[in-house]
């Protein structure tokens, strides 16, 4: 079977950094996506990554290690919008859905 | 706002009853996909479309069913509910359903079944 592992919950505090880990073992690996989802609503895209390294958008980077199954997602200057879950999801193959972990609820504090 | 649209918002149900949730993808986009999001669960994938295709099936039970039409919007059909089918169901679309695409959710049809 397909698993991805992440932390259930995490608390930071406004203006810090937080890193939220994703381990997977899938029975293969074609690119990782990082959603955000506000209770109640809708996930959003966050990144995309296929190859190994940090890719930055903003305040967010993502970054994947393939030989690992890892990836994390850094959060800088948080503010308390940031307070949502965060799902890590894997595209096994070409033609295959997503497979998401279950999310890591994030409460940012002041 | 992604694009992509679900109807209705919110759904209220007995047991046993049967209902469809509705779909439009975003403007351009061909694959349309359903999850399922439970309390204490992750997005569970149900089924996916592709220009009017069935592509891939995930857990999706055999009380439940699904359609593309012509004009690209899909249906969820749920029948003989039971109260563990309450839950958040989305719709995500993206444009062609291969490796790189994003898939954009639509906001979701919270289903309560009592």
């Known amino acids: 079977g397909q698993n991805i592992d992440q932390p259930t919950e995490m608390t930071a505090t406004e203006g810090a950094i937080v890193q939220i880990n994703c381990t997977y073992q899938?029975?293969?690996?074609?690119?990782l996506f990082w959603y955000q989802q506000h209770a109640g609503e809708a996930p959003t895209f966050l990144s995309y990554?296929?190859?190994?390294g940090l890719e930055e958008k903003g305040r967010f980077s993502s970054f994947l290690s393939r030989s690992k199954g890892y990836s994390y997602l850094l959060l800088k200057e948080l503010q308390m919008k940031d307070s949502a879950s965060y799902l890590c999801?894997?595209?096994?193959?070409?033609?295959?859905?997503?497979?998401f972990g279950k999310g890591t609820r994030l409460s940012v504090i002041a | 706002d992604s694009g992509v649209t679900q109807t209705p918002k919110h759904l209220i149900t007995a047991t046993g009853q049967r209902v469809t949730l509705r779909c439009s993808p975003r403007?351009?986009?061909?694959?349309v996909y359903w999850y399922q999001q439970s309390l204490d669960q992750g997005l569970q994938f149900l089924i996916q479309?592709?220009?009017?295709?069935?592509?891939a099936k995930g857990n999706i039970l055999e009380r439940f069913s699904a359609q593309q039409f012509p004009d690209l919007h899909s249906e969820l059909n749920l029948s003989s509910l039971e109260l563990g089918d309450s839950a958040l169901y989305f719709c995500?679309?993206?444009?062609?359903?291969?490796?790189?695409?994003?898939?954009?959710f639509g906001p979701g049809t919270r289903l309560t079944v009592l």
């Open positions: 899938t029975s293969g690996f074609n690119g």
């Open positions: 995500a679309s993206s444009w062609s359903g291969s490796s790189t695409d994003t898939q954009y």
């Open positions: 999801a894997v595209r096994v193959s070409g033609n295959t859905p997503l497979v």
């Open positions: 403007s351009g986009d061909l694959s």
């Open positions: 479309y592709y220009n009017g295709e069935e592509r």
């Open positions: 990554n296929v190859l190994d």
